[in-house]
């Protein structure tokens, strides 16, 4: 069983609707929290971090994350069709390695 | 400079020759990362740097790699005698102990795409 389990999609809404992306994991020890949008051929680019449990914010993005059900959650307010990539969650604990889901693809249809 | 740079982008070789791959980090960014990304699966870590300090290895990362990072800025990533099982998107990420966020975020490279044939 891998650490970090993410649904791969592929996911298709369309434009306008809210898409929830989601990750579950299995080490307790994980702090750190992020969410990397993926665009084909390219590096990840970081969208949100959240460090231990609570949500945060940032223009249509949220993120959430609850650590006594080791669940974490991307929301995406108002989708986009430059909302369409793969969405990766990553963890870590301390300064160290990042630990990846296996990444969802989204398609946001005009 | 603007981000972490990685050069080449696009490697093609055949099996068996050897690869070097360079990466950039951000100025001033003490810690650099590899990561290896294969089709439909995220990245898997490989190897980090601290300066020019070698502090960990994944267990991927087989006697045919080697990575250096010899004055702590840019960082190379060797492989001997390329398999076709090597194939894969080659990552560097940096990061700052001084990150103004506090989370030691690391940012990423655009990768090195490499195919053995």
């Known amino acids: 069983q891998k650490e970090v389990e993410q649904d791969p999609g592929p996911l298709s809404v369309p434009e306008g609707a809210i898409v929830s992306l989601n990750c579950t994991y299995s080490n307790s020890a994980f702090q750190y929290f992020m969410w990397y949008r993926q665009y084909s051929r390219k590096g990840p680019e970081l969208l949100m971090y959240t460090y231990s449990s609570g949500n945060k914010e940032d223009g249509r993005f949220t993120a959430q994350v609850d650590k006594s059900s080791k669940y974490i959650s991307l929301f995406i307010r108002d989708s986009q069709p430059s909302d369409s990539a793969t969405y990766l969650c990553a963890m870590r604990f301390g300064n160290e390695k990042l630990t990846f889901g296996t990444g969802t693809r989204l398609t946001i249809i005009p | 400079d603007t981000g972490v740079s990685q050069d080449p982008r696009h490697k093609i070789t055949k099996r068996g020759q050897n690869v070097t791959f360079r990466c950039d980090p951000i100025s001033e960014h003490n810690r650099l990362y590899w990561y290896r990304q294969t089709l439909g699966q995220g990245p898997e870590f490989l190897t980090y740097?601290?300066?020019?300090?070698?502090?960990?290895k994944s267990r991927l990362l087989s006697d045919r790699f080697s990575a250096e990072r010899p004055k702590g800025s840019f960082s190379t990533l060797e492989i001997q005698r390329t398999e076709q099982g090597d194939s894969a998107m080659y990552l560097c990420?940096?990061?700052?102990?001084?990150?103004?966020?506090?989370?030691?975020?690391?940012?990423f490279g655009p990768g090195t795409r490499l195919t053995v044939l």
């Open positions: 990420a940096s990061s700052s102990h001084r990150d103004a966020q506090g989370a030691d975020t690391q940012y």
């Open positions: 740097f601290q300066n020019e300090a070698q502090l960990e």
